[in-house]
C-alpha cells in the first residue's frame, strides 16, 4: 500500500508500519528509495538513542513506527517498511515490503521566480499539505488585502486574476491573461490554517519585449493531424513544453490525461517546438495556448507564448451534378435528444439557411435520419445541381457548429489532345462571375491546396495563361510547350465563399516515339534504296544498248571490209592464173598510201564495258584474243 504524509520542515514525524503476527520476532527494516539504503535499521536492537534523527521501534505485535525528527526539504522522498524473511540460505537476506510512503516536506514561507511576457498568459499552481486541501486558499498581491476563494472546485474571477481551489489535490490554480507592467509583483498564494498561514511568495515578472510570433489560426480535418507551433526562451530549453486549451470563461486549463496520448511534442530548432495533435475530432476545436512550464517543490508555473485559433472541419464532399451526396454530422453524445440542424451558411445567423432539422418531414430532393446510438445526424441531397455547392453547417442549439465544404463536379468532362512541342486551348464554362482557377491533382482538395495553375487574379505562370469570355460565359485556358508529362487530370474551377464548382478535364500530349520514327527512316532509306537499284537498273540497260548498238556497226563495217578484201582477193587469183604467174614466188609490191591502198589493218579494240569478251579474228598467220589484224598485198592495177 501506498501513503501520502504531507509536513513542514522543522516537524517531526512517525510512520506506522503494520505486519502479521508470524513476523513479530523477525528483524523490522527501513529504507529510503532512489538514495539506497540510508537507513537500516534492526528493530531487534535493544534501544536507540533519543538523540538520533530516525528512531526505530518495535512492539512486537502488530507494527514497527519509524520517527524522523528534525525534518528537512532534503528528507522528502519515497520511504519503504519491510520484515526479512528465512531462506534456505542463511547467508542471503530476503526482505518483504509491505508499506510505501511518499513524504511531501513543505516549507512555510517557500519564494519562486516566475517570467511572463506582456499581452500573454500566465498558469500558476500551487501545491498545499493534503491535510489543508479543505482549507480556504486564498491571494494576495503585495500588500494588499488577501483575496478569499470563497468556492471550491470551479473558476472564481477577482478583477484579472482567475483562481480555482482543487479540493480534491489541494491545488490553488491561478491564471492571469493580456498582461501589462502593472501585472507585475508578489504574488502571496496560500492556506488558511489555525496558526498560521502557509504560503509561498510568487515574484511576477511581465517581459515587455518577446520576439515570438503572433497569434494565428488553423485549420484540421477529422481524423487527420494537425501542428501548432510554439516558441519558448531558449534559456528554459530543459524545462517541460506545455499545451492549454480555453474553456467557455476563457482560461487555459490543461490538456486531460485521457487525451494526451494524442499529443506529441518535438523540438523543432532552438526556442521552437511543435506539439502535433493526431486524429482530430470535433471536440479538438478551440483557442489553444502553449509555452514553457517550470517546476518547483511548492509551485508550477507555465508562461504562454502563442495563441493559436484551431478550427475542426468535416472532410469535404464531392458530388456530380445529377447524383446524391451524404452530409454526415456527427454530435457529442449529450447532445442526442436535442434537434440538429443542417444549414447552408452557419446556423442561427440572419444569412444562414436552413435546410433541414431532424425533427422534420424529408423534403423534395432532401431527406434526413438521426441515429442516436451512433451520434450522427445525415443528410442526403440528391439531383445535385451546380448552385448546391457551398459551405453547410451542422449544429445543435448555438454551441456546437461543425461545417463542410460541398464540392459539385458537373456531369460533361473535357478531353483534350495535343502534341509534344505544340499548345493547347482548354475552354470551360461558368456560372457566376466569381473567382475561377485552373489547377491539376487527382484529388479535388489537393487540387485547390496545391495545384493550382492560374487564376483570375493570376492570369499568367509560366506556360499557363488564361483569358475570360465573360458574354459566354467562358475562360479559357492555353497551355505551350506541352510535354508528355503535362498529361493528365486537371480542373476547372468557379469558387465563391468556399461554393466550389469544378469541371474535369483529360489532357492527352502524344510525342513521336523512337520506334515510329526509326520505321519511318527504315521505310524512307528502302524507298531510297529501291530507287537507286531502279536508277541503277536502267542506268546498265541503257549502256546495254548502247555497247550492243555498237558493236553491231563494228561487226557490220568488218563483214563489209572483209567482203570487198575476198573479191579483189578472187580478182587477184584470176589474175594471175591469166598471166601465168605462180603463187611461189610472190612478188613483194610496196603499197601504194593512196589511192593504191584499198585494205590495209582492220582491228577490233576491246570495249571495257562490254558484256562480252569474244572478238573476231582473221589473218593469215596469227589469231589475238583482243584484237584481229587483217594484211592484204595489194598490187595496182590498171584502173
Known amino acids: 500500500m501506498t501513503v501520502i504524509q504531507d509536513e513542514y520542515v522543522g516537524q517531526t514525524i512517525t510512520f506506522h508500519c503494520e505486519y502479521d ?9 527501513f529504507y529510503r ?23 526505530l521501534s518495535d512492539s512486537h505485535e502488530d507494527q514497527f513506527t519509524v520517527t524522523i525528527r528534525d525534518i528537512s526539504a532534503d528528507d522528502g522522498g519515497v520511504y519503504l517498511c519491510g520484515v526479512e524473511r528465512y531462506g534456505s540460505d542463511p547467508s542471503i537476506t530476503h526482505i518483504s515490503f509491505i508499506k510505501e510512503i511518499q513524504l511531501n516536506v513543505y516549507s512555510r514561507n517557500a519564494s519562486v521566480q516566475v517570467q511572463a511576457y506582456s499581452s500573454k498568459s500566465v498558469f500558476i499552481t500551487c501545491k498545499f499539505p493534503q491535510e489543508f486541501r479543505r482549507n480556504k486558499k486564498f491571494i494576495q498581491k ?5 483575496i478569499i476563494v470563497d468556492e471550491q472546485n470551479q473558476w472564481v474571477r477577482h478583477d484579472k486574476v482567475h483562481m480555482y481551489d482543487d479540493s480534491s489535490e489541494g491545488l490553488l490554480k491561478v491564471f492571469i491573461s493580456d498582461l501589462t507592467a502593472a501585472d507585475e509583483g508578489t504574488y502571496r498564494c496560500g492556506v488558511n490554517i489555525t496558526d498560521d498561514d502557509l504560503f509561498t511568495d510568487v515574484k511576477l515578472t511581465v517581459n515587455q519585449v518577446d520576439h515570438f510570433r503572433a497569434s494565428s489560426k488553423a485549420s484540421a480535418v477529422i ?9 519558448f526562451p531558449e534559456k528554459h530549453g530543459e524545462t517541460f513544453k506545455h499545451i492549454c486549451r480555453e474553456n467557455e470563461q476563457k482560461i487555459c486549463e490543461n490538456i486531460s490525461s485521457s487525451e494526451q496520448k494524442r499529443f506529441e511534442f518535438s523540438v523543432s530548432s532552438a526556442g521552437v517546438f511543435t506539439a502535433i495533435i493526431s486524429n482530430v475530432s470535433e471536440r479538438d476545436a478551440g483557442v489553444y495556448w502553449c509555452g514553457a512550464e517550470t517546476r518547483d517543490t511548492h509551485l508550477t508555473s507555465v508562461s504562454l507564448t502563442n495563441q493559436h485559433q484551431l478550427t475542426v472541419t468535416m472532410p469535404p464532399v464531392v458530388g456530380r451534378e445529377g447524383d446524391s451526396s451524404e452530409i454526415k454530422c456527427p454530435y457529442n453524445a449529450k447532445h442526442s435528444r436535442e434537434v440538429k440542424h443542417l444549414c447552408k451558411g452557419k446556423c442561427f445567423t440572419k444569412d444562414a439557411q436552413n435546410i433541414i432539422r431532424s425533427n422534420e418531414v424529408n423534403k423534395p430532393r432532401i431527406s434526413a435520419k438521426d441515429e442516436t446510438e451512433l451520434n450522427l445526424f445525415t443528410v442526403t441531397l440528391s439531383e445535385l445541381r451546380a448552385e448546391d455547392a457551398g459551405i453547410y453547417w451542422c449544429a445543435v442549439r448555438d454551441e456546437f457548429n461543425l461545417h463542410t465544404e460541398l464540392m459539385i463536379v458537373m456531369k460533361d468532362a473535357v478531353t483534350r489532345e495535343a502534341s509534344v512541342g505544340g499548345s493547347v486551348s482548354i475552354s470551360c464554362q461558368f456560372f457566376r462571375n ?7 491533382g487527382d484529388q479535388l482538395n489537393i487540387c485547390v491546396r496545391d495545384g493550382v495553375r492560374v487564376s483570375s487574379n493570376k492570369r499568367t505562370n509560366g506556360r499557363f495563361s488564361v483569358t475570360d469570355e465573360t458574354s459566354a460565359g467562358v475562360f479559357t485556358v492555353n497551355i505551350t510547350d506541352l510535354t508528355e508529362e503535362d ?11 468556399g461554393s466550389f464548382i469544378f469541371t474535369e478535364v483529360h489532357l492527352r500530349v502524344i510525342g513521336e516515339t523512337t520506334s515510329s520514327y526509326t520505321e519511318r527512316e527504315t521505310s524512307q532509306d528502302k524507298e531510297k534504296s529501291e530507287t537507286t537499284s531502279s536508277y541503277t537498273e536502267r542506268e546498265t540497260s ?13 561487226v557490220s563495217v568488218g563483214l563489209i571490209l572483209l567482203a570487198v578484201c575476198l573479191v579483189l582477193v578472187l580478182l587477184k587469183i584470176k589474175y594471175n592464173r591469166k598471166h601465168g604467174i605462180g603463187s611461189s614466188t610472190p612478188a613483194q609490191l ?6 593504191g591502198l584499198l585494205c590495209t589493218s582492220v582491228s577490233f579494240q576491246k570495249h571495257e564495258e562490254s558484256l562480252s569478251d569474244a572478238a573476231l579474228a582473221f589473218s593469215n598467220e596469227e589469231i589475238h584474243s583482243d584484237y584481229t589484224t587483217v594484211i592484204y598485198h595489194i598490187v595496182p592495177n590498171s584502173f
Open 21 to 29: 503476527d508470524k513476523f513479530k520476532s523477525h528483524t523490522k527494516v
Open 33 to 55: 528509495l532512489k538514495e539506497g539504503p540510508v537507513h537500516v535499521l534492526n528493530s531487534s536492537q535493544s534501544s536507540q538513542s533519543s538523540e538520533e534523527k530516525i528512531i
Open 142 to 146: 503585495d500588500s494588499s488585502q488577501k
Open 223 to 231: 481524423g487527420e493531424s494537425v501542428k501548432l507551433t510554439c516558441d
Open 434 to 440: 466569381h473567382m475561377r482557377f485552373f489547377c491539376r
Open 487 to 497: 498529361s493528365g487530370k486537371y480542373w476547372c474551377a468557379e469558387e465563391s465563399s
Open 542 to 554: 541503257q549502256d546495254k544498248e548502247k555497247s550492243g548498238s555498237s558493236m553491231i556497226v563494228a
Open 590 to 595: 610496196p603499197i601504194i598510201p593512196s589511192d
